[in-house]
């Protein structure tokens, strides 16, 4: 069907439509419905969601049928309508949650991007020093010290791995605290 006739047959359509054809607004629906999906198919993947809008579109101009002589472009009516109609359902999805109000304000505050910020930075800045003040103790000792607090070793797996006796790690062990309390002052 040629665009000019294509016009034509859709002018008249909605003219008996609006004179209460009912078997018009079918026809409508009928050459209209193809293209409709096709674009809808552009903005969205959810079929489902789609045919909805569309269904939506036919039975808004179904209810306004008085007001639709003064359409001069059905199909960009339409279109512009489809698309107003799945933004509208993509701002709803997007602004309507099953969680309660509680749960997001808990999940925002737990989640806030400066206080996990600034709790990062605060632990990096803990790492340098701890590694600054470790520089401060023998070699044995950062061993023992690492074993112990990092690794969180017992003096017994300490003793094996350092070919140590217990006292010996202890004693190792006191110092190294005492030299790491002393640097830290």
């Known amino acids: 069907m040629a665009a000019n006739t294509l016009k034509e047959h859709t002018r008249e359509l909605i003219a008996q439509f609006c004179a209460g054809n009912d078997d018009a607004f079918a026809q409508l629906y009928d050459l209209y419905i193809q293209m409709l999906y096709n674009y809808g198919n552009k903005i969205t993947q959810d079929h489902e969601l789609l045919k909805d809008c569309i ?48 749960e997001f304000e808990y999940r925002c505050s737990a989640d806030d991007v400066e206080r996990e910020y600034l709790s990062q930075e605060h632990q990096n ?16 000792q950062r061993q023992a010290i690492t074993l112990y607090y990092i690794e969180q070793r017992k003096y017994d797996e300490i003793c094996d791995i350092m070919h140590m006796n217990y006292h010996s790690v202890r004693n190792l062990m006191h110092r190294g605290m005492l030299k790491l309390r002393e640097a830290a002052m």
């Open 125 to 140: 800045l803990q790492h340098a020093q701890v590694a600054y003040l470790m520089q401060n103790l023998t070699r044995r």
């Open 55 to 102: 269904h939506d579109v036919f039975v808004k101009v179904y209810m306004k049928r008085n007001d639709k002589n003064s359409i001069n472009n059905l199909a960009s009516y339409l279109i512009i309508s489809l698309k107003n109609r799945l933004l509208d359902e993509f701002r709803r999805q997007t602004f309507t949650s099953e969680d309660s109000v509680e």
